[in-house]
């Protein structure tokens, strides 16, 4: 039995972005173009009854920032399209990294007054790492912008891959015409309003060349000559280039009028790679034995990138987003979490639209479904109807800011703990508990996840805490090569040790030399800034 036809109309990306570079909306424009919502709603408008349908926590309301990565599904052109919308702020970033373990290829939105920034620099590079195919959209070109030339040339130094223009500005700001397609040769012609459909704006072929050069005039004959100069100097476009993330095509466009969105959403079906192959860990007596698991095979198997708690206030539920990397699922299925070997027995499997969910009737390898469950589930479990596998590849890093969590309420203990047991699953922050006692510490990798804990524990959990400031300023994780040297070291620091929210052995430092002497003093024990997955810690020493 195989799914190939399944696997084949599946579209699985994320959206990255620098904040404020118009992510958000492009991803309302997306849903509005595809049919999925009827009306989208402005990022800005915070006041307004309307929100973005992709932003919705409250904290993200009142900020008008996404601090949470949220899931959509749409239909376009007989294509499932599972869209991630990423949160662009930087203390957010670990969020935004697991989401990118989750995608077959990423969409970034450049701020074409502001070319590259400090977050997508740092998004760039994880895709890099795993090879992921980008599709490159220059945005907000209705406004006083760079020279489109400048910004492909940033974009390829930035990225360190050339860049391949899909479609072209003539003019900008205020002289902002529209763009010109190189697939199908021909300009569409701009008009602002963010009510537009594709089919409202005017679409003119390029072989009217007497008409476009009167109409548009010296801005035609600019962005003529530019187009010139940049289709030379760029490379045709390879699909095999592109897929091993070795060139990027580029769009121009407005998000918030709509425009130049729809040659973004046909490119995610004509270009987008399908769901690709995912190694696998199989364990076979107890040796790890390395297994590619194709997305058509029949077996279910998937993977937990992001579990988010609370996301109906009414039911106080959990919910474990999975990204399916084979088979199919149907209702009912026996499914088991392979690090506990215990079974999953979810009281709902949905697919979503942001907020709004449907049941699931049937999904396939690419689609991102949720397990509505109470616990048992953690960021980085493999999922299975059956099979030993183990998908390996979510980050978790060492924080780097830490507080110390006081309740103000002492009667509130049992909540505190239920709701830091939570937020640390849901990998919303890190938190540590000292194994002599005292406070729960928390740590983040950046401040403002402080400020969104703190603001969930009361809103969620109904528990007033206050943050101070610890003696720690990072941690890393320790394995050993044999119980006897773990617990010599647990020995000699028993103040320094703490377990994660995975029950994972940490190791507190207040100096980076911390780490150093002791590991100049034990050296048979390995420190670990990084940690892929429940119980497992990887990365260099260090």
Not at 136 to 146: A, G, P, Q
Not at 211 to 232: C, H, N, V, Y
Not at 506 to 521: F, H, I, K, M
Request: with cysteine; proline share 5%; glycine share 8%.
């Amino acid at each position: 039995m195989t799914y190939a036809n399944e696997t084949r109309r599946r579209r699985t990306f994320a959206i990255i972005s620098h904040p404020d570079a118009g992510k958000t909306t492009l991803t309302e424009k997306l849903l509005l173009f595809s049919g999925a919502i009827q009306i989208a709603g402005s990022v800005k408008a915070r006041k307004a009854s309307r929100h973005a349908t992709s932003d919705w926590m409250e904290i993200e309301k009142q900020r008008g920032i996404s601090v949470a990565s949220s899931v959509m599904q749409m239909l376009y052109r007989d294509h499932v399209i599972n869209l991630l919308d990423t949160p662009g702020h930087k203390d957010f970033s670990e969020d935004t990294y697991r989401v990118l373990t989750a995608v077959d290829s990423a969409l970034m939105v450049i701020d074409a007054a502001n070319g590259v920034e400090a977050q997508t620099r740092r998004l760039i590079e994880v895709c890099r790492q795993r090879d992921t195919p980008i599709i490159t959209f220059v945005n907000k070109m209705d406004r006083e912008v760079r020279d489109p030339l400048d910004i492909l040339d940033e974009v390829e130094r930035e990225l360190g891959m050339p860049c391949v223009p899909m479609t072209w500005p003539v003019g900008q700001g205020k002289s902002f015409g529209g763009i010109i397609n190189l697939r199908t040769q021909a300009m569409t012609v701009f008009d602002s309003g963010s009510e537009r459909l594709p089919q409202d704006f005017e679409t003119i072929p390029l072989t009217e060349q007497a008409q476009l050069a009167e109409r548009f005039g010296l801005e035609w004959q600019t962005a003529m000559d530019s187009m010139e100069l940049a289709t030379g100097a760029s490379p045709a476009f390879d699909e095999a280039a592109f897929l091993a993330g070795k060139q990027t095509p580029v769009f121009f466009g407005s998000g918030v009028n709509n425009f130049g969105v729809m040659e973004v959403l046909d490119a995610l079906v004509d270009l987008a790679p399908p769901p690709r192959p995912r190694t696998s860990n199989l364990l076979v007596n107890k040796q790890p034995v390395v297994k590619e698991i194709q997305p058509e095979d029949s077996a279910f198997s998937g993977v937990v990138f992001k579990v988010q708690a609370n996301m109906d206030a009414n039911h106080r539920d959990r919910i474990a987003f999975v990204r399916m990397a084979s088979g199919k699922y149907t209702p009912g299925m026996k499914l088991k979490v392979q690090r506990t070997g215990k079974e999953l027995r979810p009281t709902s499997v949905v697919t979503f639209l942001s907020q709004r969910r449907e049941a699931v009737d049937e999904a396939y390898a690419g689609d991102i479904i949720g397990f509505t469950t109470h616990g048992g589930v953690q960021l980085g479990d493999t999922i299975t109807d059956g099979a030993n596998l183990q998908f390996t590849g979510l980050p978790f890093f060492a924080p780097e800011l830490f507080m110390t969590v006081i309740l103000k309420n002492p009667l509130r203990t049992k909540q505190l703990q239920t709701g830091l047991d939570q937020l640390g699953e849901e990998g919303a922050i890190q938190v540590f508990k000292p194994e002599i006692g005292g406070p729960m510490l928390l740590g983040a990798v950046g401040q403002l996840q402080f400020e969104v804990v703190q603001h969930r524990l009361k809103a969620e959990y109904d528990c007033d805490v206050r943050l101070e400031g610890c003696q720690y300023t990072g941690a890393r994780w320790i394995t050993a090569d044999t119980p006897a040297e773990l617990r010599e070291f647990t020995n000699a620091y028993p103040q320094r040790m703490s377990l994660d929210a995975a029950g994972t052995l940490a190791y507190l430092c207040t100096s980076p030399y911390d780490v150093r002497l002791a590991q100049e003093r034990f050296p048979k024990i390995h420190f670990h800034p990084l940690r892929e997955h429940a119980g497992l810690a990887l990365g260099s020493a260090g």
